[in-house]
C-alpha cells in the first residue's frame, strides 16, 4: 500500500477515534461558525499547467472574499511526485482533517470534475463520512462538477466557442480531448458534442479512456473531408494528457494519428480551467453550497 494512502487512512481512523472521545466528554458543542472552501483537483506537476489552479483560486477568492481556501489533489502519484520537488499536497482526507482541527464547521468542497464520475461520487462519500463524525464539522457540502445539468451544457457550449482560436476557419475541425470514465457519467461527453454540434457541426469531443475513441472521432473527420483540426483539452488543466497523449510527438497521440491520415493538426494547451467563463461555472456550483450554510 502506498506511504500517502496509509497516511490519509491513520488519519481518518485518528479523526474518528478523537470525534467519538469529544462524543464522550461533552466537547466540540457550542463551537463559533467557521466557514471554508476546499478546491479539489486530479493535480498536475507540470508547472505550465498551475496557471489552471491559480485562475480558479483568484475568481474563489473573488467572489469569496475573506473565506479561507485550501487546496487537495486526489492524484496520490502527482503528490508524490511534488513531494520529491519539495511540494506538499494533501490528499482530500488530509485536508478535511487539517480544516477540522483547524476548527471549521462549515466547508464547501469544490471539485474541478468535468462530470461526476467515480473519483467525484468517491469524493462525495468521504465527505460525508466527515460529515457525519461527531464533534467535526457541522456541514459538509460537495458542489457539482462542470458537467450535471442541462443548462451547464449550455453554458459550457457557449463557453468553449467563445474561446476557440479566433483564425480557425468554419471547415477546420474542433477536437476536444475529456479523460473518459467507466462510469455511466460518461454520457455527459456524447451530450456535450450533441450540443456542440448543434451550433457548429466540425466541433468534436473525444476521451482518452473511454468513448468516443479517436479511432471515432477519424472516422468522423474522413466522412466531412476534415484537413485541419484544433485539437483543445476538455479538461481543467492542460497536464500530461494534453501534453503527451493529445499533443505529444509519440506515435500514439492524436495529433500524430490524425496527422498521418492528413489532418494539419494544431495543438491549443490550454485547460478549461484557464477560460473565466468555464471557471464562473465551479464558482456558481460552489455558491449553491455555501448558500445552504447558515
Not at 96 to 118: N, R, S, Y
Not at 155 to 161: E, G, H, Q, Y
Request: proline share 4%; hydrophobic share 40%; net charge positive.
Amino acid at each position: 500500500m502506498k506511504k500517502d494512502v496509509v497516511v490519509s487512512i491513520l488519519v481518518l481512523l485518528l479523526t474518528l477515534v478523537f470525534s467519538f472521545t469529544a462524543l464522550a466528554g461533552g466537547h466540540g458543542e457550542g463551537k463559533p461558525i467557521k466557514k471554508g472552501i476546499l478546491l479539489v483537483g486530479f493535480g498536475s506537476s507540470v508547472p505550465e499547467a498551475q496557471v489552471s489552479f491559480e485562475n480558479i483560486e483568484k475568481k474563489v477568492k473573488k467572489a469569496f472574499p475573506g473565506m479561507p481556501t485550501r487546496w487537495a489533489y486526489t492524484s496520490h502519484i502527482i503528490r508524490h511526485k511534488l513531494a520529491k520537488e519539495g511540494k506538499q499536497l494533501d490528499s482530500v482526507e488530509m485536508a478535511l482533517a487539517k480544516m477540522m482541527d483547524e476548527g471549521f464547521t462549515h466547508v464547501g468542497v469544490q471539485p474541478l470534475h468535468t462530470i461526476a464520475g467515480e473519483e467525484y461520487h468517491q469524493l462525495v462519500q468521504n465527505a460525508h463520512a466527515f460529515g457525519q463524525m461527531a464533534g467535526g464539522f457541522k456541514r459538509i457540502l460537495v458542489g457539482y462538477p462542470l458537467l450535471a445539468r442541462e443548462d451547464d451544457l449550455e453554458r459550457v457550449t457557449k463557453a468553449i466557442l467563445a474561446n476557440i482560436p479566433r483564425d480557425r476557419k468554419k471547415k477546420d475541425a474542433v477536437v476536444l480531448m475529456g479523460h473518459g470514465t467507466s462510469h455511466p457519467s460518461n454520457a455527459f461527453y456524447a451530450a456535450m458534442m450533441y450540443h456542440f454540434q448543434r451550433e457548429d457541426p466540425n466541433i468534436f469531443i473525444g476521451t482518452v479512456k473511454r468513448a468516443p475513441t479517436i479511432d471515432d472521432i477519424k472516422e468522423m473527420l474522413a466522412e466531412k473531408h476534415i484537413k485541419k483540426a484544433y485539437l483543445i483539452p476538455f479538461m481543467s488543466v492542460a497536464g500530461d494528457y494534453a501534453r503527451n497523449d493529445m499533443a505529444g510527438e509519440g506515435e500514439d497521440s492524436w495529433k500524430s494519428i490524425l496527422t498521418k491520415q492528413g489532418v494539419t493538426c494544431v495543438p491549443v494547451l490550454k485547460g478549461t480551467a484557464e477560460y473565466d467563463d468555464i471557471v464562473d461555472i465551479w464558482v456558481d456550483h460552489l455558491r449553491n453550497s455555501l448558500s445552504h450554510f447558515k
